[in-house]
């Protein structure tokens, strides 16, 4: 995909985030992979220059990233504002929800990612 994506010097990191991921993460996980989402394919902790996306949709240039309370910090907060604009130099769009909505409401979570889908299934 080119010298941005999935950097072998990061390939450890994804892993390690991949085989110790949140709860919330395995939730969704279990409700997006294998197309299951109007056919969407979806990746799992891909890279994007210096940065691990939690879930990753090639065909929509969609990011995926649920947020815990270390992202509703000044510091957290400024973390992902910073990859958002990266994101966003590669077309890239992000959607964020907070675990504690994976776990509560997961269905509007599937509802508002498939009403971000742009291109025909």
Known sequence: MGEFYN????EQNRKQLRNNGTAAEAVLWTRIKGGQ???RKFRRQYSVENYVLDFYCPSEKLAIEL????HFTIDGSRHDDDRDQVLKKFG???LRYENKLIYHNIESVLEDIKAN?????
Do not use: Q
């Not at 950097?7 to 990061?10: A, P």
């Open 117 to 121: 889908f742009t291109t025909p299934p």
């Open 67 to 70: 947020d815990g309370k270390g």
């Open 92 to 94: 890239i769009r992000t």
């Open 37 to 39: 989402l109007v056919g």
């Open 7 to 10: 950097r072998k010097e990061h």
